[in-house]
């Protein structure tokens, strides 16, 4: 004898039902039949993303990308941190780019102060320049919580940098850090190689060493530093 092979189909689908109820599934996705095998439709393009109002982009000047540094419309206007002001003038014998404000950094004190700022006054002594030759900024104008740039904010914050080296036109440019080299000499940037920067009419020799706070922790590097200090200001020195 086998099995029972009649089956109350009606009973089976009430079933069936019931349990897809008790599991929450009590209406359908669509109210029309899909066909499944059929070519899916085109997908629409998205609407274009409305572009940064003009009122919002960075001035075309100094003195007036400066202030719009300090502005609501700049990155770090939402970091709830203190931000620095840039004092630039226009082609300066010395441009120095770094990271982030120090921890001691204020608008009052200015940048690089503390024992950062006591080495960096004794590197410009040793190449014969001091600070009232020398613009100072950093990439970042505030420094966050954590001590680091934000990634979401490096990509905007590298080409507002670019833009104020530009706007300087400095006879040399030092950058310290991976930041600054990164930013201004791009990802294959490398620490020690004099370059010169070709840049919306500016034509500026460069080079990337070891951040003072580093040569504080690591002192040994400090004769690699001044190697570096070396070969930018004698290979630039006409």
């Known amino acids: 004898m086998g099995a029972d092979q009649h089956i109350q189909w009606h009973e089976a689908a009430a079933s069936a039902l019931e349990w897809w109820q008790d599991a929450g599934v009590d209406t359908l996705v669509e109210d029309e039949l899909r066909d499944w095998f059929a070519t899916p439709a085109q997908l629409r393009a998205p609407a274009a993303v409305a572009s940064t109002p003009v009122a919002d982009l960075p001035p075309d000047t100094l003195d007036a990308f400066v202030a719009w540094r300090m502005g609501d419309a700049a990155p770090e206007a939402g970091w709830n941190a203190e931000r620095l002001p840039v004092t630039a003038t226009k082609n300066p014998a010395l441009m120095i780019l770094t990271d982030l404000p120090e921890p001691d950094d204020s608008a009052e004190a200015g940048w690089m102060t503390g024992p950062v700022g006591v080495l960096l006054d004794r590197m410009l002594a040793a190449i014969g320049l001091d600070r009232d030759a020398v613009t100072i ?23 507002l940098a670019q ?10 440019l030092l950058l310290f850090g991976a930041e600054p080299c990164r930013a201004l000499l791009g990802p294959d940037g490398q620490r020690g190689g004099l370059r010169t920067l070709h840049h919306d009419g500016i034509d500026c020799p460069a080079i990337a060493t070891f951040h003072p706070r580093f040569l504080l922790e690591r002192p040994l590097a400090k004769a690699e530093s001044w190697r570096h200090l070396q070969l930018l200001t004698r290979e630039t020195t006409t």
């Open 163 to 172: 833009r104020l080296v530009t706007l300087v036109a400095p006879r040399k």
């Open 137 to 159: 900024a950093g990439v970042a104008q505030a420094r966050p919580l954590t001590g680091r740039m934000p990634g979401e904010a490096q990509a905007t914050l590298d080409d």
